[in-house]
Each structure stands twice: as structure tokens, then as C-alpha cells.
Nanobody, 124 residues
Framework: LQFVESGGGLVQPGGSLRLSCVAT????????IGWFRQAPGKEREAVSC???????TYVDSVKGRFTVSRDNSKNMVFLEMNSLKPEDTATYYC???????????????????WGPGTQVTVSS
């Protein structure tokens, strides 16, 4: 399963970006999708996920600023990022995540296969 991320760029603090994630070899409908990020010199960390049922989960550091959504007709998942901070600077990835009995998604990757990612740099 392969994902391709896009939409990253250089933005000033307080700015916004919209990241996109597309599956290249399968249909996203029916799967739970998560966003992760990795800053230079740091381990990859979870950001957000959206379940097959549309329920969303966020880590505390992005709650109220980031919004994850999906458009199954376009086979895409999005991450709308507002009020960006320098600490949001990282390469962002999307991948499959597992679900829960409560129809939510879990903020862990199903495997260790990652796409190319998209670079987000927040700097003045």
C-alpha cells in the first residue's frame, strides 16, 4: 500500500497549510488513516487520524488548530493546519492506522511503510 503526501511548504508563524494524502494503489474507503510527522533529529510522532466512520482523533499539541478530513470520492485524506507554530516544522506522512471497537482510530501506524512525506517549515 502506497501513499503520496503533498501540500507542504514554507509558511510564517500563524499561517495555514492544507496537506493532502492520496492512495496510489488501493481505495481508501474502509480504512482508517493517520497523519504523522518527523522533525529533524527527532522520532516520528502521531498528529491525527480519521476513522473509516469519520471520527477524528488529535494529539494535544494540535487540538483546535489542525483538522483532518477525508473525501472518499477522491480517494484522499486532508490535514488542514492553522495557527502554525515553528514547532510544527517537520516532514508529514500519512499511513494506515488500526481502529477501535468504538469506531475510532488509533494513533499508531499499522506498519513501518512510509511514503515520501511532505515538508512543512514554519519560520519567519
Amino acid at each position: 500500500l502506497q501513499f503520496v503526501e503533498s501540500g507542504g511548504g514554507l509558511v510564517q508563524p500563524g499561517g495555514s497549510l492544507r496537506l493532502s494524502c492520496v492512495a496510489t494503489e488501493f481505495t481508501l474507503d474502509g480504512y482508517h488513516i493517520g497523519w504523522f510527522r518527523q522533525a529533524p533529529g527527532k522520532e516520528r510522532e502521531a498528529v491525527s487520524c480519521i476513522s473509516h466512520f469519520g471520527y477524528t482523533t488529535y494529539v494535544d499539541s494540535v487540538k483546535g488548530r489542525f483538522t483532518v478530513s477525508r473525501d472518499n470520492s477522491k480517494n484522499m485524506v486532508f490535514l488542514e493546519m492553522n495557527s502554525l507554530k515553528p514547532e510544527d516544522t517537520a516532514t508529514y506522512y500519512c499511513t494506515l492506522v488500526p481502529g477501535t471497537p468504538q469506531q475510532m482510530c488509533r494513533l499508531i501506524p499499522v506498519d513501518d511503510v512510509w511514503g515520501p512525506g511532505t515538508q512543512v517549515t514554519v519560520s519567519s
